[in-house]
């Protein structure tokens, strides 16, 4: 069974946990130690794994170097993603990282070159590539079911209630990197790339804050251009909700029309009757750790690795940087 410990245990590590206990059931992998600053973010994850024994540390650097560790679940603050993926890659650990990547294309530089150097597995964790209708909408794009891929739009918006204090690190920019766009926009932006298959040559963006209290942004709307002329659209806020759900990813082709939310599907072709699925649910987070684990315990490479992580960074920070020039960034 392959032993993993998860560093960082606030909120997210949470949401990691049925996924743990799922590999943990199947013999196939279990968490054997945690590590977090705070003593009751450990007690609590402790419980929720079921195991309030587990070994802890404040200290990641202490718990490489006592742990005999397989893969570590890095669910850290943004800005301490780089050092925990360094530290644990020089030690040859595999790693699965939540988003984002890192903070900064030369942090990504350090990551790529320490994954080659070590030898060692990174898996991104991109939990939303395993909802159903994602799944599903890529499926269809690669038999051709809509033809050429023209554009892509990518949402993901909720309105949030939070306080300065209940923002946490989020609400510097130092600690999160950015507002909505790094941390929920991430997703959408992944989500954009996996489905246009080409690169982005070109992205500007316009951003605002309307209602969160953070210095970044709330809300943000970014504009892409592909390789193969297709357009691309990514909007994310959390001043505004969505009139259903929280996400939602349209797919519009030579041929017809793709559209995804939830465990709900749409195919609608220019000529013909539409399509729509009810697909069964899944839990993404719980399918990212049974496909990490299955990568690590196989060989294979993960659907998602520090490639994909430092491309989806790179067009978020492009987005950044086209607001502060006014200037449309190319790649």
């Known amino acids: 069974m392959l032993k993993a410990a998860v560093i960082g245990c606030g909120g997210i590590a949470g949401a990691h946990v049925p996924g743990w206990q799922a590999v943990r059931a199947a013999g196939a992998a279990e968490i054997v130690a945690l590590c977090d600053t705070s003593d009751e ?3 609590r994850l402790a419980e929720s794994l079921g195991n309030p024994d587990l070994p802890r540390y404040h200290d990641w650097q202490q718990l490489l170097a006592e742990q005999e560790l397989d893969a570590v679940d890095i669910c850290l603050p943004h800005h301490l993603h780089a050092p925990a993926i360094l530290d644990a890659a020089a030690r040859g650990v595999a ?12 942090e990504a530089e350090q990551i790529s070159g320490a994954v080659k150097q070590h030898g060692i597995t990174l898996m991104c964790a991109h939990n939303q590539l395993f909802f159903p209708a994602i799944r599903h909408l890529r499926d269809e794009i690669e038999k051709g079911t809509i033809g050429e891929v023209q554009q892509v739009v990518s949402a993901d918006c909720f309105r949030t209630q939070r306080t300065r204090e209940e923002w946490g690190w989020r609400a510097d920019l130092k600690t999160a990197g950015g507002g909505v766009l790094i941390d929920t926009g991430y997703h959408p932006t992944y989500r954009l790339l996996h489905m246009a298959g080409s690169e982005p040559v070109a992205v500007t963006a316009m951003m605002q804050n309307y209602h969160a209290p953070i210095e970044g942004e709330d809300t943000a709307h ?6 193969n002329q297709a357009l691309g659209e990514i909007h994310t806020s959390w001043a505004f909700p969505m009139a259903v759900g929280a996400w939602q990813v349209s797919v519009f082709g030579s041929e017809g029309a793709l559209f995804g939310r939830g465990n709900d599907f749409l195919h609608k072709p220019y ?14 987070f719980a399918e990212e750790i049974k496909h990490f684990v299955d990568c690590l315990a196989t060989g294979a490479t993960p659907i998602q690795t520090e490639v994909d992580g430092i491309n989806v960074l790179k067009l978020i920070l492009g987005a950044y940087e086209a607001v502060r020039t006014g200037q449309t960034v190319t790649f």
């Open 41 to 43: 973010c450990l007690t």
């Open 95 to 106: 790693v699965l990282c939540e988003k984002p990547l890192c903070m900064s294309l030369a």
């Open 222 to 227: 970014v504009l892409v251009r592909f390789a």
């Open 271 to 284: 000529h013909g009757e539409a399509t729509q699925l009810s697909l069964e649910s899944a839990n993404g």
